[in-house]
């Protein structure tokens, strides 16, 4: 599990916000080697940190409560699921997942207690759900969450993305699903790939291709299943969502809104427009090209070395 560092702290608000009610709270921290100590609480360190004064927080150091001759760096404590990291064994982004379904749970219970009614009505493009509740969607599909009604029917399937930017998470979606590896122009990139780098892709090499057919990018963006006129589904979204997700006020509705925002069947373009890229990674061997996975990203997502056609 990573540490916490500057960067990650300042990262985002609700991560400012967490240690400093801990630190102001005299709350136990925990260490890279799983202890737990509480700190003596300094006003002058919680100002830095909270004016983000990234230079003057990598030089601090935190005195424990207990052991006055003690102190630590920032970097000695644990960056786990309160600060938005994993749970042991858990994948990626699962850290960020607990926080977002927990924020959305927080937020329908408020709307319920304020308007009195059992349910959160919820619109997403034409139509309207009775939302009760976001749970984690079971497996490994394209939704992450899905919102049930009463009788805990999954009617609302999101796909969650960390950050703001094209580089803040990792993929559209991987290449090995039998929709997306046997289309045609999948095929054509994978072929291209094999004879390129008949004896593994390069280290630090990244090739990108553009994908010119929409249904492609759809699949990769709102899961194999999509279709324009499909049922929505764990495999067919209702809604893209990147970053903190918060609901808003519509007229008698209520909608979910985040940094980014795409709604089943939007193209998705500019920075975040889906194409194919092979990249080295020295675990992987995607298509039997040695050293490389596959995947279709956000056309900013990385440095691309090699564009072809």
Not at 92 to 108: P, Y
Not at 191 to 203: A, D, L, V, W, Y
Not at 226 to 249: A, D, H, I, R
Request: charged share 30%.
């Amino acid at each position: 599990m990573a540490s916490l560092s500057p960067s990650i702290l300042l990262k985002y608000d609700w991560r400012i916000q967490k240690f400093l009610e801990k630190y102001k709270n005299q709350e136990p921290f925990e260490l890279n080697g799983g202890q737990k100590v509480k700190l003596v609480f300094e006003t002058y360190k919680y100002e830095i940190i909270e004016k983000k004064k990234q230079g003057e927080l990598q030089k601090i150091e935190f005195t424990d409560a207990v052991i006055k001759t003690k102190t630590y760096k920032l970097s000695s404590f644990k960056k786990n699921v309160e600060f938005g990291g994993k749970p042991p064994g858990a994948g990626a982004g699962v850290g960020i997942e607990t926080r977002e379904i927990k924020s959305i749970n927080d937020q329908f219970d408020k709307i319920r207690s304020e308007t009195g009614l059992k349910y959160v009505p919820i619109k997403i493009g034409t139509k309207t759900y009775q939302a009760v509740k976001c749970i984690k969607t079971k497996g490994v599909p394209k939704s992450d969450f899905s919102v049930v009604d009463e009788q805990g029917n999954e009617i609302i399937w999101i796909s969650h993305k960390e950050g703001s930017s094209p580089r803040d998470f990792q993929q559209w979606g991987g290449m090995t699903e039998d929709r997306i590896q046997n289309h045609p122009e999948a095929q054509k990139f994978i072929k291209q790939m094999q004879e390129k780098f008949p004896n593994g892709i390069p280290s630090a090499m990244t090739v990108g291709k553009i994908i010119n057919d929409h249904m492609l990018k759809k699949y990769a963006v709102y899961g194999v299943d999509y279709s324009e006129k499909g049922t929505l589904g764990q495999q067919n979204v209702s809604v893209v969502l990147q970053g903190t997700v918060k609901l808003f006020k519509y007229g008698k509705v209520y909608k979910f809104t985040a940094n980014h925002h795409h709604e089943n069947g939007e193209e998705i373009t500019g920075g975040f427009e889906p194409v194919m890229m092979a990249m080295y990674k020295g675990d992987r061997s995607n298509f039997g090209v040695k050293g490389a996975r596959f995947a279709i990203q956000p056309k900013d997502s990385r440095n691309v070395k090699e564009w072809i056609k």
